[in-house]
């Protein structure tokens, strides 16, 4: 069956990076595009940004631009969202949702089970 | 860019039926196809509805989509509701530039 699953949990100090990993099977992997998306605490659901795994193009949102690097490896099937410089408030759980190959964002099916970030001194 | 706006809450009692709307502040709502999901503490979003008003495969028929132009506005449809039904509901679509938005989310209790 078609399932993205996620790195574990990170704890992280403001500042740093973290890289969460999302691995996909099930499906052809180059057929489709990852989107990334973000729950804070108490919050809502935030569209963080999109790749395709078949081309590697990319389209963030422009809250994250210049912090946020979005990456595929086509030979694992795995797909990674890199986030720079953080913040407390960057405090989140992260998931990766298979989307279309091409840049439109109206499909996200299946969703990997998150992976919780913590930032804190 | 523009702003998906629901309600924070609603609430029905088992067996009747509710309304979620998604309205979306600019840009034609027929323009841009919307998804909705629903959310539960602890789990990951569960697809429900894809372009307007495609179910997904496994979604029982009591959930529907739609869309209505007079109002900018999409929405989902829960009927026959039972208490497995209260979560969070979030309605997501995007611009022409391909940036994905989230509404705020609709907390439904199924009293």
């Known amino acids: 069956q078609v399932q993205l699953v996620q790195s574990g949990a990170e704890v992280k100090k403001p500042g740093a990076s973290v890289k969460v990993s999302c691995k996909a099977s099930g499906y052809t992997f180059r057929e489709y595009g990852i989107s990334w998306v973000r729950q804070a605490p108490g919050q809502g659901l935030e569209w963080m940004g999109w790749i395709s795994a078949y081309s590697s193009a990319t389209n963030y949102a422009q809250k994250f631009q210049g912090r946020v690097i979005m990456t595929t490896n086509p030979y694992t099937s795995t797909a990674y969202m890199e986030l720079r410089s953080l913040r407390s408030d960057d405090t989140a759980v992260y998931y990766c949702a298979r989307a279309r190959r091409e840049p439109t964002q109206n499909w996200f099916d299946p969703w990997g089970q998150g992976t919780l970030v913590h930032v804190s001194s | 860019n523009f702003i998906l706006t629901q309600p924070p809450s609603v609430s029905e009692s088992p067996g009747k039926t509710v309304t979620i709307s998604c309205t979306r502040s600019s840009g034609s709502i027929a323009s841009y196809y919307v998804q909705w999901f629903q959310k539960r503490p602890g789990s990951s979003p569960r697809p429900l509805i894809y372009?307007?008003?495609?179910?997904r495969s496994g979604v029982p028929d009591r959930f529907s989509g739609s869309v209505d132009t007079s109002s900018n506005s999409a929405s989902l449809t829960i009927s026959g509701l039972k208490t497995e039904d209260e979560a969070e509901y979030y309605c997501q679509s995007y611009d022409s530039t391909y940036h994905g938005v989230f509404g705020g989310g609709t907390k439904l209790t199924v009293l």
């Open positions: 372009e307007d008003n495609q179910r």
